[in-house]
């Protein structure tokens, strides 16, 4: 059974940081290439970031310079670290593993940018 499970949202003033991470089991994790997305009420699903199996990234312009991806393949994990947070980050953010035909989604973590 593949899971992919997000943590680390939550509230955080304009101008903070957070790191989400989103832990896979069940796929070879270093074979597919994982990615980040949000999406908020009554708009499409966006892309954050990607990273591929060897560590190519891409950026969406409104999170460049001010976002990280990055992976660890022995753990499993691909983390996102967001700074400079403004409140137009507020969405919810999900986890994406793809490898040709094949996608997995986790559930979702909020991330919520206010004073």
């Known amino acids: 059974q593949v899971r992919l499970v997000e943590s680390g949202g939550g509230l955080v003033q304009p101008g903070g940081s957070l790191r989400l991470s989103c832990a896979a089991s069940g796929i070879a994790f270093s074979a597919y290439t994982t990615g980040w997305y949000r999406q908020i009420p009554g708009k499409q699903r966006e892309l954050v970031a990607l990273?591929?199996?060897?560590?190519?990234?891409n950026y969406a312009d409104s999170v460049k310079g001010r976002s990280t991806i990055s992976r660890d393949n022995a753990k499993n994990t691909v983390y996102l670290q967001m700074n400079s947070l403004k409140p137009e980050d507020t969405a919810v953010y999900y986890c994406?593993?793809?490898?040709?035909?094949?996608?997995?989604w986790g559930q979702g973590t909020q991330v919520t940018v206010s004073s």
């Open positions: 990273i591929a199996g060897g560590g190519a990234t």
């Open positions: 994406k593993a793809s490898r040709t035909t094949m996608n997995y």
